[in-house]
Structure formats: C-alpha cells, structure tokens
C-alpha cells in the first residue's frame, strides 16, 4: 500500500516505522533537517527503537518536503502534526491538521485521511463537513515519548473511528507491522474516538496528581511517603504503577489534553476535571515554597528532560519550579546536558557535572540519578523509587 505520513514527530515517526515494514511509506515535513536525517536512516528524535529500525530494518520508507511526491498517489495519508494547547482560544491549535488537509485535496482527493493528531471532541465531525468529504477517520495514538516505536509493535490497543471494511483494512495494516498481535480493537465514532484519547490523558494525570497530593501530605506531617503508596498499591484495583511522586505532570501531552478536555467541559458540571488541572500548579507552588524555606542562596536544576530516554523537556514539570523560583528572585543554575548553549532565558547553564555541583547550594532534582549519590544530602527530590 502507498501510504504517507504527515509529520516527522515521535507519533509519526513512529507510525511511519511501523507501516514502511509492509508498505511504500512517503513521510513529509516541512523541516529540512529532519527529512535529511531519515534518508540517511538517522533518528531526528531520542527513541532506542526508532533508531535501532531505521539503521537495521528493512524499511520502505522515504523523507521528503515535496508535497506532490508525498500526496499524488498515496492511498493513505496519516496526519500527525502538532496540536499545541493555545491559551488564548482555550482551545488546541489544529491549524496544521486543516492546512494539511487542504494541500492533500488540491493533489489527491481519493486518498483516505487518518488523523493521528490530538483533537478537540468533535472535531473529526466538523472536518467532514467543513471539506465535505466522508473519508476523514480518526485513530487516537497512545505512544510514550522515547518509547514511541515500542509502543507501536506492542501497542495496548487500536481504536478506529471506522466500522466498515475500510475502519478493519486500516486496523489490519497496524496489525500487520506489530509484534504484539492480539491486542484489543475498538471501532467506535470519531467522536468517541477523540473522547477516549483525552479521558486516557485525563485519568494518567489524576493518578499522577492523588499520588502527588499524597505524598505533600506525607511531607507535611513528615510521614513517609513510599511506606504509604506501597500498601496503598498493594490493592490489586489501584496497582503498583504510574505512582512514583513528582513535581507534577508535564511532557507534551498531559497539560495540553488536560486542558483541553476541561474547555470541552464548559458549561458542563464538573469537579474533578477542574481539580486535576489546579493540583498540578498546587504542587510545584508548595514544593517551590519548601525549596525556599531551606534559605540557600543558589539552586542548582538537575536536567530538565521530563523523564529518562527522552531528549525532549517542552512543558516538563521542573520548568513550572523554574519560573516560579525566578519570581521569586532565586539564584539558579541549571544543568541539562542537551543544551549546548551558555544560557536558557537569562540562567546560567553549567557543562560539567562536578562544577554544578560544587556551585549548586541545594539541587532539584524531577528524577533521581545515580551521579548524584555522593552529595545526596544536597539533593531535593519526591522521588521516591526512581523511575518515572
């Protein structure tokens, strides 16, 4: 099958892996850097699959930034382009979905269009009829950062907004690349196909803000905070899982959909859906507030990544303790061994590990790390069992 991929971001990337295993795959960005790197099978992106794939696998699969080639004779075009949260319309920028749409039906108006991409509830519906065309499906993804092709070959599930022999051909192309084969399928309307992608997002954040909201508890009346999550996990129904604490849920997908579910709430009643996203700045305004209580002079940002195998830190949670701090006058210094540069946003970012610490008077610390064990005195952390 000839298919393109609109979108050389994890989800796409992936996907496009995945499916250039049995198929002819074009995948199409406007960014010429990363098109250059997948024709020389390099991955633009942090994802030990990806990688290992493009460099051993034989793969189908071409870059390219020429919208004739990527459109003209594709059966199936897949979008997969950013959708950030926009503060402004309280409402997810799907500009790139419908100018993508648009380019596609001036070349090839037969093609069916799968949409990847993070929408607002209903959207999929307002696409048909906006292009009036009927052959728009919406697929929603479940990928990790850094796991993202992992994620692909054992997926957990596979959601088509399609129940005719088109929504089950698509399904089987899925299939047909992954390892994992017998995971569950579900054909449902685009609607609900959106719904169920935001709800996920919404539940993992809720988890990660109960246990987060936990564990401030166990710190203000000096309890400790794992001896309560392991019986608390003990609980087959809660699980020993996705119950690490932290400085509160960030990466590119929880804040943007939390919010984004909530604006679809309006004018619906509702308590937990506005809690979940107001626990998550509670949190890092009480952590900020005890990292100020200890009344050192310089603090020093242990990486900025939200989690390990990720070389991505946008809207990571230790940004939201930054910017906070920086309101309130505090010197700091950061270390995070992705950024090249001297500075980030007027901070001082040290190279060497051995000079941040040695400047650092206390160090924040999202995740711990082995390489912190000698001054882990110095250390501020929630972590609890080192993992994300």
């Given at each position: ?11 796409g ?27 020389q ?17 034989k ?10 080639i ?13 959708t ?52 728009i ?8 950062e ?18 005719s ?185 040290v ?26 005195d110095?250390?501020y ?8």
């Amino acid at each position: 099958m000839k298919i393109t991929v609109v979108g050389i971001g994890y989800v796409g990337l992936a996907n496009a892996i995945l499916l250039a295993q049995n198929n002819k795959v074009n995948l199409m960005d406007i960014i010429s850097d990363k098109v250059d790197l997948i024709n020389q099978r390099k991955s633009p992106i942090q994802d030990p699959y990806i990688s290992e794939y493009l460099e051993s696998v034989k793969l189908d699969l071409n870059a390219t930034m020429d919208q004739n080639i990527a459109y003209k004779d594709a059966e199936l075009i897949i979008i997969a382009t950013p959708t950030d949260y926009d503060p402004s319309t309280n409402f997810f920028n799907t500009k790139s979905i419908d100018d993508a749409i648009e380019k596609i039906l001036k070349v090839n108006k037969n093609a069916t269009i799968l949409i990847k991409s993070t929408v607002p509830v209903g959207y999929t519906e307002s696409l048909k009829r906006k292009f009036n065309i009927p052959h728009i499906i919406f697929s929603p993804e479940f990928l990790r950062e850094g796991q993202a092709l992992y994620d692909c070959l054992y997926p957990s599930r596979i959601i088509i907004s399609n129940n005719s022999d088109k929504g089950k051909n698509l399904a089987k192309l899925f299939i047909q690349g992954a390892i994992k084969k017998d995971m569950p399928i579900l054909y449902t309307n685009s609607t609900e196909a959106e719904a169920i992608k935001l709800f996920s997002n919404m539940y993992l954040a809720m988890r990660v803000t109960f246990f987060n909201e936990l564990d401030t508890f166990s710190s203000k009346h000096e309890l400790s905070t794992k001896q309560i999550i392991e019986g608390v996990s003990l609980d087959p129904r809660i699980g020993d899982y996705y119950n690490n604490p932290s400085f509160g849920y960030g990466g590119y997908c929880l804040p943007k959909d939390t919010k984004q579910l909530l604006a679809n709430y309006k004018d619906i009643p509702n308590n937990i859906m506005q809690a979940i996203v107001d626990s998550n700045e509670t949190r890092k305004d009480f952590l900020v507030n005890e990292i100020i209580n200890t009344k050192v002079k310089i603090v020093g940002i242990y990486r900025l990544i939200m989690k390990s195998n990720s070389d991505n830190y946008r809207e990571s949670a230790i940004l939201g303790i930054i910017q906070r701090l920086k309101d309130k006058n505090v010197d700091i210094i950061i270390y995070e061994p992705q950024i090249n540069q001297n500075e980030l946003e007027g901070l001082k970012v040290v190279k060497k590990i051995n000079d941040f610490i040695n400047k650092s008077e206390i160090i924040i610390a999202n995740r711990y790390h082995p390489e912190l064990d000698k001054v882990k005195d110095k250390v501020y952390t929630r972590d609890i069992s080192s993992k994300d």
